[in-house]
């Protein structure tokens, strides 16, 4: 023991010498010559740990380093993925340009920096970069009950496909059943009163889902019937005409345009509308309404213009031919007009609306064959032009509009009649077609559906031994989401806070939806790299409506909430070192639904939220280094379900939130701004909208989004709206509406500047928990929609992890389910 204390206290004093040295003797050279493994060299300058850069995009590294010794250094650069170019290194330095591929592999693209000495002693740094799509994939689900082809697949609210009827070795089917995204299994959802093949399925506005016409062994069938998102079949009212081989579109309006297919004699001519019912008109019916000018068999129905217009496009007329027109139906006059000339006639082919009024048409076949030729249908000007060929010709294939814009093109027959397996993108931003990877099965005749996740789920068809019982799933590898590890407790209502480590703590929330309803103490931790949970202590008090705020020590400081009995005055400290909780004093007064920010002398402000009276107009100042609480100035407007967000000048801005008092819940559009210096509070204008239960994002830029939220009190009004606060002139602008009313979302500030906006509940007269998410690009001003949470929620949390992907955790559900799914979304 005592040689060995001798040893370290040399080993110390040597290498505290040759820290403060830069130029050596020759002894001092020698002892480094012996003693190689305490002469390594240092970096003193390295690129940050993650950088972000999209495909294609180039990385310019940079690096430096010294030697003790003070002799020159060898570098030496890897990468697991892209190109890296010829380092330029001095002495001390190096240089390289990186080329960043078209995908990665997950997790990450990662790169070595090796330094070396002439000594032969070496250093490493590793880094990442982020931004980069994970490459393209194709996976087998459960088989379904039935080998079916000529079936429907529709995507309900709850993420649940359903697929309907087709036929299966020649005999057609009632049988429906449902495939669950999150679950990845199929299981039955009842039957049809009828068999059906050839028939149509549109998921109406208000969730059910509208089945109709198509035929069996007894004929054309006129029959309609709707299926609840239980799976209840109930009798819909019957269309005036029976048609098989028709086509539907859901209308702007709510109502669902059919339109030609065949009545079992000719082609028919007439098209109708179903009026699923409103509160003002509450009982379902049909009515006639214009015919299209050209009567067709199997046309494809492309809805167009947020469900304005609808192209109808091939098929074949009475007689057998292939008309080279197309028809457009505009909802709003009931009234149809034609583009003259969109190419080759065909039939069996797909057509894919890519932007508002812009329209794909790919394959098909015609009396001279499969077709590999694709036409690009302008509706607005009534126009065609001829796009790239497909790689390989192909007819009864499938095309989906992926999260990304590109267009995926599956399966099909080829021009000898096989079966295929080929998949090819449209990239429409290059005009390019690329190929992909292949199915597991050739198929034809199949479905395609867009899942809320962004993957898309190939079902059934018909392969080489006739029809398929299979079912596949493609994952483009970006803008989609993926199960990860189930939390140990389900909970909402909860906190989530991405520590200095890049592990994520989630703490308290309720089980308070469900009948053995509890608040929770418990307290776990999420590991990102391995992707598993681990439980840690819990709270000394539970409760939910918390806030859970990251300290500059790296601890986390936990204020507020209920518990069912007293809005909760304690405050607790979490050491992220010795995993325990420590006491952070006491609030003045309990509280829950406040906001909690940690100001840039690293104080934390708690301001407004609810107790047992009603909302609050107090703020308190918590100080980390004293561990002690004081009172600041209150803000001019109580309030709960606000947003406070911490400006880049140091003042805070809080927005919107509700007023409770006599049990009445009033939203609020008055913001106010909190300066440090001062204590105070002074106004800071007024939203353009009233809203609580929205989110506040701090862009790029140092202006804020504000989003969504309730107009009216929690959990009804939701709104579809945002706005902008610009800081530097103090004012709030409203931004285009997004597409989805919501309210108890979240919303993340992604590496790339957008934002994204997840899960919440609203929707249809505030009757859904929300899957679908959103972008928003503050360069351009603009929401786009983007792939959506596998399970629908809200009161969930969402957390920018280090390399890049968004974990969402926990929250509330259909049934009173309260989740304890977790999921991860790819940009």
């Known amino acids: 023991m005592k040689t060995h204390a001798w040893f370290v206290a040399l080993l110390s004093g040597a290498l505290m010498l040759l820290a403060g040295c830069v130029d050596f003797d020759a002894g001092e050279k020698t002892w480094c010559q012996r003693h190689p493994e305490v002469c390594t060299p240092s970096f003193e300058q390295v690129p940050p740990s993650v950088l972000y850069v999209e495909k294609k995009g180039v990385l310019r590294l940079q690096a430096g380093a010294k030697d003790p010794a003070g002799e020159p250094l060898r570098f030496t650069w890897s990468s697991n993925v892209g190109s890296l170019g010829q380092a330029r290194d001095t002495a001390t330095t190096t240089e390289v340009e990186w080329t960043a591929p078209e995908c990665i592999p997950p997790p990450a693209a990662t790169f070595t920096l090796t330094a070396s000495s002439k000594l032969g002693a070496s250093t490493q740094v590793t880094f990442s970069a982020i931004g980069i799509p994970e490459c393209p994939t194709m996976s087998g689900t459960g088989r379904l009950t039935v080998a079916r082809s000529g079936h429907t697949a529709t995507l309900l609210y709850t993420g649940v496909v359903l697929v309907t009827g087709g036929e299966s070795s020649g005999g057609p089917l009632d049988v429906a059943e449902g495939y669950s995204a999150r679950a990845q299994t199929w299981a039955a959802a009842g039957r049809m009163s009828t068999p059906r093949v050839d028939h149509v399925a549109v998921r109406l506005v208000t969730g059910t889902v509208l089945v109709t016409g198509g035929r069996n062994a007894s004929g054309v069938l006129k029959s309609a019937e709707l299926v609840s998102e239980d799976f209840s079949w109930t009798a819909a009212a019957s269309p005036s005409t029976a048609r098989h081989g028709h086509a539907a579109a859901l209308l702007e309006s709510g109502k669902v345009l059919v339109t030609g297919g065949f009545d079992g004699n000719s082609v028919v001519t007439t098209s109708e509308l179903y009026f699923p019912g409103h509160e003002g008109d509450p009982v379902p019916k049909w009515s006639t309404t214009a015919s299209a000018p050209v009567a067709r068999n199997h046309p494809v129905a492309t809805v167009v213009d947020a469900g304005k217009k609808v192209l109808v496009t091939g098929g074949t007329t009475e007689g057998g031919g292939y008309p080279t027109s197309a028809d457009v139906y505009d909802s709003a006059t009931e009234t149809w007009t034609q583009v003259d000339a969109v190419g080759e006639g065909r039939i069996d082919h797909t057509a894919t609306s890519l932007s508002p009024g812009r329209v794909l048409v790919t394959g098909g076949r015609h009396a001279g064959g499969a077709l590999g030729s694709t036409v690009l249908v302008d509706v607005a000007q009534r126009a065609a032009t001829p796009g790239p060929a497909l790689s390989t010709p192909r007819y009864g294939h499938t095309a989906t509009l992926l999260r990304s814009g590109q267009v995926l093109v599956a399966g099909g027959l080829g021009a000898r009649g096989e079966a295929l397996a080929s998949t090819e993108l449209f990239d429409p931003e290059t005009g390019t077609w690329t190929q992909t990877v292949p199915l597991a099965a050739a198929r034809h005749g199949h479905e395609a559906i867009l899942l809320d996740a962004g993957k898309v789920l190939l079902v059934g068809g018909q392969g080489a031994g006739g029809e398929l019982a299979s079912a596949e799933v493609y994952d483009p590898g970006t803008k989609t ?144 280094v004293l561990g002690t609480w004081s009172r600041t100035g209150p803000m001019a407007t109580a309030r709960a379900a606000h947003t406070a967000t911490l400006l880049p000048s140091g003042k805070v801005l809080v927005a919107g939130g509700f007023a409770h008092a006599s049990g009445i819940s009033a939203p609020l559009q008055s913001a106010e701004l909190y300066d440090p210096a001062t204590e105070q509070w002074s106004s800071a204008g007024a939203l353009v909208s009233g809203r609580g239960a929205h989110t506040a994002t701090l862009l790029q830029n140092g202006d804020v989004l504000v989003a969504g939220g309730y107009a009216e009190q929690m959990g009804k009004g939701s709104l579809a709206t945002a706005e902008r606060y610009d800081p530097a002139k103090g004012t709030w602008t409203q931004t285009p509406p997004f597409v989805e009313k919501r309210g108890a979302h979240t919303a993340t500030l992604l590496p790339s500047g957008k934002v994204l906006i997840a899960g919440g509940y609203g929707g249809y007269q505030d009757l859904y928990f929300l899957s679908p998410c959103e972008l928003y690009d503050p360069a351009t001003g603009q929401w786009s929609s983007t792939s959506g949470v596998l399970t629908p929620r809200s009161n969930a949390t969402a957390t920018l992890l280090p390399l890049g992907k968004v974990l969402v955790v926990g929250g509330y559900g259909y049934n009173d389910e309260v989740h304890g799914e977790a999921e991860l979304f790819m940009p």
Do not use: C, I, M
Request: no cysteine; hydrophobic share 40%.
């Open 481 to 624: 989401w993926t199960n990860a590890d189930r939390l140990l407790v389900q909970r909402g209502n909860h906190t989530a806070t991405l520590l200095p480590s890049g592990q994520v703590l989630v703490v308290g929330g309720s089980n308070r939806l469900v009948s053995s309803g509890a608040y929770l103490s418990a307290v776990e931790r999420y590991d990102s790299v391995a992707g598993t949970w681990r439980a840690l202590a819990p709270l000394r008090v539970a409760r939910d409506g918390h806030t859970a705020t990251l300290l500059a020590s790296g601890g986390v400081l936990v204020v507020g909430g209920y518990n069912g009995g007293e809005h909760v005055a304690e405050v607790e400290r979490f050491d992220p070192v010795r995993e325990e909780w420590l006491t952070g004093g006491r609030l003045e007064k309990g509280r829950d639904l406040h906001s909690a920010t940690r100001l840039a002398s690293g104080k934390v402000l708690v301001a407004g939220g609810h107790d047992d009276h009603g909302t609050l107009a107090t703020a308190e100042l918590y100080d980390p």
